[in-house]
């Protein structure tokens, strides 16, 4: 016995005088917050290695470690970086002011983002690789390259098809481009190329998201192996039994998109969207809400954007393209804005029906160009509290975007969790979000792929994207 005990002195003793071994980032008295369990994990070291956590524990590994940074997170909340799983580059006369955005997302804590498609595909897969390999400051970028439409699209940059030989060609040039998912939308696509598009692209190993046709059900397109529904509206239609009545009657041209409306109104149920989505789970279609473009489009006669100070980092043209949407609300009359504010409260309110079924939430915005005071950036939070207001709790709704995000992709193994092995894209909070899920914006630093970026290189990269928008405000 005194044998042993001696020996476990002098192990120790060695292993006291045993030099650290140096990590690039060591993390000390940080809060973890587990998104698995909502717990919080407190006193913890957090070690950081190249792009990678290294590992995590108590106090113990202060003695082992030392880190070429050290931070001291004492009374700060860290967690997963946020996901923006829709959002938009796009307008192709005004590139350079898609590039602010890249570092806009990052001073927001948004360390990924999905590209649900635009018309600068080309630019926005360059920016993808180089900030993959270190080039380029910015969030990491999943993008779809450009969409599939039908001939003719209102949408500039689409690929449109008419014909199976077509489509099958748009799928080929997307594989050819090394996207990373498909979107698929149905101003101009027929309802048989839109479920086709959707069986061929799966087919090939992509995930596919979209809108969904008025010519196919939910169930349908489900089925056809669509892995998310654009837009928390579209949901609508799984709440009411007389779902494929309007559809048959839509395409035989016997209703009216406004007679729709009314009928799906007048017959929607909890407990037949309970089951349908239910269904749509176990098929593994899920969705993404973009509750925050809804809202600002529903309720623009009440809303007031005048003094968001985050339109002082938006460029010029970009601010311009929210006009439209503007422009076309004053064009409609009151029954039209009240059947607007129906739709948008009618959807938002299935949101908690969704996650009791099992239905998997993605959060995103549909933020960028074109769509009205959607912040690039702050975006994500208004969405966040969104999810909340409607039900949600603040763990559901930032698993919707730190576990669920990764997961549309299968990454679950390089991110969702403060732990070892996965990526070191996190956020640092001077308050905790589980409390109040506002709290995501109290932002003390960020770290994307390892690099690490405090309040100070946050702000000054804040300053610097401002100052570009003032010089090129008074040029255009």
């Known amino acids: 016995m005194l044998i042993r ?62 880190g070429i940074m ?29 590039e602010q955005l890249l570092p806009l997302f990052l001073a927001f804590g948004v360390t990924s983002v999905r590209d649900a ?38 949408w500039p940059g689409d690929l449109e098809v008419g014909s199976e030989e077509e489509l099958d060609r748009a799928l080929d040039s997307l594989v050819k481009l090394k996207v990373d998912f498909v979107k ?49 509206g579209y949901a609508l239609r799984a709440a009411t039994s007389e779902e494929t ?27 037949v969207a309970e089951v349908n989505f239910r269904k749509f789970a176990k098929q593994g279609t899920g969705i993404v809400p973009t509750l ?53 409260e009618a959807s938002a309110r299935l949101l908690p029906i969704m996650q009791k079924s099992g239905m998997k939430i993605i959060a995103g915005t549909d933020a960028g160009y074109l ?20 039900g949600l709790s603040p763990l559901e709704a930032l698993t919707a975007s730190l576990i669920n995000g990764p997961a549309y992709f299968g990454l679950e193994e390089d991110y969702g969790a403060v732990a070892s092995g996965k990526k070191a894209s996190l956020l640092i909070l001077r308050n905790n979000p589980l409390e109040q899920i506002e709290n995501t914006q109290s932002i003390e630093s960020v770290m994307v792929e390892g690099k690490y970026f405090s309040r100070k290189d946050l702000d000054s990269m804040l300053d610097e994207i401002k100052k570009w928008v003032l010089q090129n405000e008074s040029i255009k």
């Open 117 to 154: 498609a635009g018309d600068i595909p080309l630019e926005v897969l360059k920016w993808r690789d180089e900030i993959a390999i270190g080039n380029r400051t910015g969030p990491r970028i999943f993008t779809s390259g450009p969409k599939i439409e039908g001939i003719n699209s209102i």
């Open 292 to 344: 925050l473009i809804s809202r600002n489009i529903a309720y623009l006669d009440s809303l007031d954007f005048s003094t968001d100070t985050i339109l002082n980092y938006l460029g010029p043209k970009l601010k311009e393209s929210y006009q439209w949407r503007i422009d076309r609300y004053a064009k409609e009359d009151q029954p039209s804005r009240e059947n607007r504010k129906r739709l948008y």
């Open 245 to 271: 009545r309007i559809r048959n009657e839509r395409a035989a041209g016997k209703m009216t998109a406004e007679e729709a409306n009314l009928l799906q109104f007048q017959t929607l149920s909890d407990s």
């Open 70 to 98: 050290e931070i001291n997170a004492e009374g700060r909340f860290v967690l997963p970086g946020l996901w923006d799983n829709h959002v938009h580059f796009g307008g192709a006369e005004y590139i350079d002011e898609n």
């Open 5 to 66: 005990a001696f020996y476990l002195f002098l192990l120790g003793l060695i292993s006291s005088c045993s030099p650290k071994s140096s990590v690039d980032l060591l993390i000390k008295k940080a809060s973890i917050i587990s998104l698995g369990s909502g717990e919080i994990i407190q006193d913890q070291v957090i070690l950081i290695q190249g792009d990678r956590i290294l590992t995590t524990g108590g106090d113990t590994l202060l003695s082992q470690y030392e």
């Open 371 to 390: 769509n009205t005071y959607d912040y690039p950036g702050l975006g994500i939070h208004l969405e966040l509290a969104l999810m909340v207001k409607s």
């Open 184 to 232: 698929i939308t149905d101003n101009a696509l027929s309802a048989e190329l839109f479920l086709s598009a959707t069986q061929k692209a799966i087919k090939r190993g992509l995930p596919v998201s979209g809108h969904v046709h008025t010519g196919i059900t939910l169930d349908e397109i489900s089925l056809a192996g669509l892995s998310t529904i654009e837009h928390q």
